[in-house]
């Protein structure tokens, strides 16, 4: 096997054997026998996408050779293959635009106070800075015990029937060793 760097010879020799419609394998071998290489199918795939040439190539198209066939080389053993028509195409479903996203809402009324304002225990929520140049404001509610929003905001931002997983605990010394 041939460490991951082709020569230019070699990927131009390539490029030929690809556009006169040989399989990737019958390319492999064709290298190998020319250069003394030992490229396999797969890196003749590889190499053959990073060049820019493969299954998404439109056509094959036959050009004239620009390297030199060996002696008793003969004309391609397997036709010229078309790429199959719509094979990386996503389906059709997925070029549809998206339906808008309905948001969800929350029953408070924000005070909508500035970062400065904002006191320690004052919900975290962001309102506004959507535009550019639009400033940013705060619920500025009371926040709930261990969340850094007011109870409707901590409830929109878990999603429905999520339980809070944080609690307080309570330790006590049971016994001293």
Request: contains cysteine; positive net charge; charged residues 20%.
């Amino acid at each position: 096997m041939e460490p991951g760097h082709w020569s230019s010879e070699h990927s131009d020799a390539l490029c030929d054997y690809f556009f006169k419609g040989l399989s990737y394998a019958e390319i492999g071998r064709r290298i190998n026998a020319r250069f003394g290489t030992a490229y396999t199918r797969n890196a003749v795939i590889g190499r053959a996408k990073r060049l820019g040439l493969g299954i998404g190539t439109p056509e094959r198209m036959i050009s004239p050779s620009i390297v030199p066939s060996l002696p008793g080389e003969s004309t391609p053993l397997t036709p010229p293959r078309a790429a199959p028509p719509g094979l990386n195409l996503p389906p059709p479903s997925a070029l549809k635009p998206a339906n808008p996203v309905k948001l969800r809402c929350v029953g408070v009324q924000p005070r909508l106070i500035t970062l400065d304002e904002l006191e320690r225990g004052d919900c975290r929520y962001p309102y506004g800075g959507d535009k550019e140049g639009e400033l940013i404001s705060f619920c500025g509610h009371p926040r709930q015990i261990g969340s850094s929003y007011c109870t409707p905001h901590a409830r929109l931002t878990r999603g429905p029937g999520a339980a809070r997983t944080a609690a307080a605990a309570v330790l006590r010394l049971v016994s001293a060793a």
